[in-house]
């Protein structure tokens, strides 16, 4: 029997072009030989919205809706006002696809240098939801541009987006040896969503008796991250406490150049799409400087999200050993990075 | 001409006392021969409300509006449910005393232990604003309990309000050698807010023509916490973008032992209050482990602000001093630190 893959693939603006190219090339390289790989490259970002306008039209969403998984590289460029693409493009979709688990592991590989003193142990996962929140554009503006303008932004926080994310997160807390899970909000001023957050959490983990949970205000959590990471395993949090404590995140664990992300619809009902947290990287991008190694894991989490578990693994592997090489080699291209994985998953 | 400080004291909780103790004691110390001190206690926190019911009555709050400032300690108890204390004292008393400008600096000191490597260069101010935003307490709840639960929390901002902290942080800015002032925000999705807050920025900036602009996003800004914290001189943010950042500060230069803050009411209309950054510790109440430099510090910035800067300073350099000191002493009590302390500043 013949498997198929048929792939979504954004490169997107700066260094997204570069770094998806080598994920393909790794992707390419890892698949089995009975899976028939189809890609279709789609020209989201700012070059499309110069020429057209458009950000993300209906037809787009349409096709988009055909393929198994979506690979992104990188959207965003200064020539486009600040939110334009953020809301028009990445936030649309992934409201629309809606990508609730909003999913970024942590770990510190070996060789990685971290801001942190004394090479911390670090291997946690972030569960973000992704579809509520103070993200749901709610809110308006009165009197805009007058010394009287009131602004609001509402946050939008309900049983059933709460209650699937945390039930998600239970269960890869479940899967992993530590089994802990910690909720992060700040539930001691947001009464109203902190206690729909904590009061959900205390019932989902009644069907989850062997995972040990606790609780943590998010600023408290910004201390940890940074004087005892290894005190997490698990994290499930708000869309705008996970966008920040993910790159904080990203930041300590080697940086945004080897983290990946999956916004996903663990139902299956819309595609995936699996990205690196950085973004587009104008000032260097075309240059071959980019590091695709965030790229590359994102494609991991991808075979992982469509069952190819393994091949995940080969490709997380293929990077730690990579990664652990790098201090002891010259600097390489973005290419050359994406060979050499690319071997190492086919040995 | 004799002069007087009129002080309210909130000890608090848990080390709260012992630390409020120190600062009083470096207070006495340091105060010129003609300045009457006086001071009065309050008994808020969680003894008071298991004896009471009562966070802060109309009649406390009559009484504190007479002093010239108030120090606090810290309020917090794990035997009193998340947010009472919070929003039933330390909230009420920033709204209804008119704390919007939140001050936390942040200065690595020579000899104090960082968990970033390297031992960077930190010395930079956060302005947060304390009195909008999310923290209004606007919102609700709607089928709580049921699986159709719906809980908002609504994010206020005005430009009366983001006006006057943002015109406060240029003047701190401009008093500074760098000059340079650093929005942190999320325009790029919380819109509304988003515009307002880097609206007002805009248009205070040309009236401080001397003061250096930029602007980040709250996700890569705690990125630029570990990685480079040397890039920052004065921030202004919103009130829980400044709550997180100012823990993260905190932690990376030197712990919330160290991390001191004072609640502003530029106008003088009401005291200001001035607490230490770190909470009760009920862990280590009572044993007298609690470092009371926070607590100093705050006194300095308590100085400040009534016009004793030469007081201040004598106190930041006593603590500068007393810190670089601290790797070749064997560890002190509380007290004798407040001790060592007063000797410094008295000279
Ligand atoms: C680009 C932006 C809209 C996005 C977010 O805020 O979610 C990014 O910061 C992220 O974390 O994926
Ligand atoms: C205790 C809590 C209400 C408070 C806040 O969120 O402002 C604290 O975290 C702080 O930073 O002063």
């Not at 954004?10 to 190219?21: F, S, Y």
């Not at 070996?110 to 103070?134: C, H, K, W, Y």
């Not at 587009?280 to 790229?295: E, H, L, M, N, Y």
């Not at 989490?301 to 190819?308: E, I, P, S």
């Amino acid at each position: 029997m013949s498997r198929s893959l048929n792939l979504a693939v954004i490169p997107g603006d700066g260094i997204g072009q570069e770094v998806v190219a080598e994920g393909l090339k790794v992707l390419s390289a890892v698949l089995p030989q009975d899976v028939k790989l189809e890609t279709e490259e789609y020209d989201f970002g700012a070059r499309r919205y110069h020429a057209t306008g458009e950000t993300l039209t209906d037809a787009d969403v349409e096709a988009l809706k055909r393929h198994d998984a979506i690979l992104l590289g990188a959207i965003g460029d200064p020539s486009v006002p600040s939110g334009v693409l953020e809301r028009g493009f990445l936030l649309k979709l992934r409201f629309l696809f809606d990508h609730h688990v909003n999913l970024r592991p942590s770990k510190l590989l070996p060789g990685v240098a971290t801001p942190l003193a004394g090479q911390p142990e670090i291997d946690f996962i972030v569960v973000r939801e992704g579809t509520e929140g103070p993200y749901t554009g709610n809110g308006g503006t009165i009197r805009k541009g007058t010394p009287h303008e009131v602004a609001t932004e509402v946050s939008v926080n309900t049983a059933f987006g709460v209650e699937r994310v945390v039930r998600d997160a239970f269960a890869r807390a479940q899967a992993r040896p530590r089994k802990k899970l910690t909720l992060v909000h700040k539930n001691n001023v947001l009464a109203f969503a902190g206690h729909l957050w904590t009061n959900v959490f205390n019932q989902v983990a009644q069907e989850f008796p062997d995972v040990t949970t606790d609780y943590i205000h998010v600023d408290a959590a910004t201390i940890y991250l940074v004087t005892d990471p290894a005190r997490f395993d698990v994290i499930v949090t708000d869309n705008l406490f996970g966008d920040i404590i993910t790159d904080l995140a990203a930041a300590v664990s080697g940086g945004i150049g080897v983290a990946a992300s999956g916004n996903i619809n663990p139902s299956g009902e819309f595609p995936s799409m699996f990205e690196p947290v950085h973004g587009s990287a104008p000032d260097i991008a075309g240059q071959g400087k980019a590091d695709p190694t965030a790229t590359v894991l994102s494609v991991a989490l991808l075979l992982r999200h469509l069952g190819y578990e393994a091949e995940a693994v080969r490709i997380e592997d293929a990077v730690s050993a990579d990664l652990e090489e790098r201090g002891s080699l010259p600097a390489r291209s973005t290419s050359e990075i994406g060979d050499a994985l690319s071997v190492r998953v086919a040995g």
